[in-house]
């Protein structure tokens, strides 16, 4: 009898722990595929973050570069869609947005100027004929200036003195600016067109909407800092139970 307990407990104590075992194996695998879960959330959560981020960050550089470009155009006394068109259209032929925009400043603060000063600038257009008083009226005033500028310089001969006239208009930026001077109309205009069929041209409509999410920007920063906290306050268990 004590023989047959024996067996029965031996019995007993391999199949309890074969019970055991599979019970185990079966947690195992349960702890493995909530593991394999969390670190599919964990990606998935963090790819939401990043997209979100890309977004607010796009929509920040458009922002600012339409507000920018609006600025530079007031100060250029032209519209926003003129300026973002010469300036853009210029980076193709060598010329930095940047030089065009003072170039067309420049412009600007000669064609305001009084006395001695205005009348030598506007007496150099009139010597390349053109007539400043056909552009008082205009919107666009500078950026047509530059415009009937093209057609002028990229009909003279190259030399010195061809130089010497672009920089005496431009300042020290109008030996970079010749390099925009020297092309046909034709061919800004070919440009240009591409330049509005991309949908690269800042419009009014660009700003109006700019100056509206500008209102609210602050807000989306702190609401993308809260959204990547709050996640990670969420995700953050989960990791440490996953690498446990």
Known sequence: RRQYGRGWRLRATSKHAAELKTAKQSQDSATSSWK?????????????????????????????NAL??????????????AFSMAAGVAEDFGVSGETVSSSLVILQRQLQASGDEGDKFK???????????????????????LYKLQGVFSQMAD?????????????????????YLDVSQEKVLD??????????????????????????????????????????????????????
Do not use: C
């Not at 030399?159 to 600016?177: D, H, N, Q, W, Y």
């Not at 109006?208 to 953050?236: F, Y």
């Open 191 to 244: 440009n240009m067109e591409a330049f509005d069929k991309l949908g690269l041209t800042i419009t009014e409509a660009d700003v109006e909407i700019s100056r509206a999410i500008k209102g609210v920007m602050n807000d989306m920063g702190d609401l993308k800092e809260a959204t990547e906290t709050n996640i990670g306050r969420a995700m953050a268990p989960i990791f440490l139970n996953t690498m446990s």
């Open 159 to 179: 030399g010195p003195e061809k130089t010497a006239l672009a920089v005496k208009l431009f300042s020290r930026g109008g030996a970079e600016m010749l390099q």
């Open 123 to 145: 007496g150099i257009l009139k010597e390349l004929d053109i007539d400043v008083n056909e552009f008082k009226d205009s919107s666009t005033a500078t950026t047509d200036i």
């Open 36 to 64: 394999e879960g969390a670190i599919q959330l964990g990606l998935v959560t963090g790819a939401v973050t990043v997209a979100v981020a890309a977004i607010v960050s796009l929509t920040s550089s458009y922002v600012e």
């Open 68 to 81: 920018q470009a609006q600025k530079m155009a007031t100060m250029a006394g032209t519209t926003v869609e």
